[in-house]
Every structure is written in C-alpha cells, then in structure tokens.
Nanobody
Framework: QVQLVESGGGLVQPGGSLRLSCAASINILTFNSMAWYRQPPGKERELVATITRGGGTNYADSVKDRFTISRDNAKNTVYLQMNSLKLQDTAVYYC??????????WGQGTQVTVSS
C-alpha cells in the first residue's frame, strides 16, 4: 500500500516562509509525477506545483517565483519551499502522486495558515 505523509505546515506571518515535506512509502521515481495541491477554506482543491519523474517542474501562476518544488530521491521525499507567503496561501496542502499503472495517491493534508 502506497502512503504519502505530509509534514511542515503551521502558522506563519505574511511574508514568512515554510517548507512542506511529503514522504512516500516507495521509491518516488516509481511515480510518473508528484505534485502539491491546496484547498483554501470554502474553495475547491487546486494544483500548486508538479515535478515529473524526469525532474521537470511546473507551477500555478499564483505561486510562481515564490514557491519551489524539489525532491530528495534518496529520502523518497518531495518538498515545497514556500516563500513570501500571503494571506491567500492559507489552505490545506495535499501531496499527490500518480503511477504508470493508473493509480492516484493522496496524503492526508497539512494545514498552512498565513495570518498576522
């Protein structure tokens, strides 16, 4: 059973930084891609950033130049470095992975609250 476990969320002031981690129970290079999604209060879940098996990355316009997705293959962990956080970045952040055999996996989510 594949598991994704997020950590690193918390309360931060506007302009601050946080780093989220997503630890996978299997070799992350097994996945086609991994991604971070977020769901703000009262809104739908949205894609934040993606990293492919080959290392390519993509970002939502709202987080470009502020957020960075990266990975440590040896630790089977994907990260989301979030800088210059804004009030509107408040959300539950979810890790996602998809496999070549068509399965999708989600983590349990980690709360990020940006507030003064």
């Amino acid at each position: 059973q594949v598991q994704l476990v997020e950590s690193g969320g918390g309360l931060v002031q506007p302009g601050g930084s946080l780093r989220l981690s997503c630890a996978a129970s299997i070799n992350i290079l097994t996945f086609n891609s991994m991604a971070w999604y977020r769901q703000p209060p009262g809104k739908e879940r949205e894609l934040v950033a993606t990293i492919t098996r080959g290392g390519g990355t993509n970002y939502a316009d709202s987080v470009k130049d502020r957020f960075t997705i990266s990975r440590d293959n040896a630790k089977n962990t994907v990260y989301l470095q979030m800088n210059s956080l804004k009030l509107q970045d408040t959300a539950v952040y979810y890790c996602h992975a998809n496999t070549p055999w068509g399965n999708d996996y989600w983590g349990q989510g980690t709360q990020v609250t940006v507030s003064s």
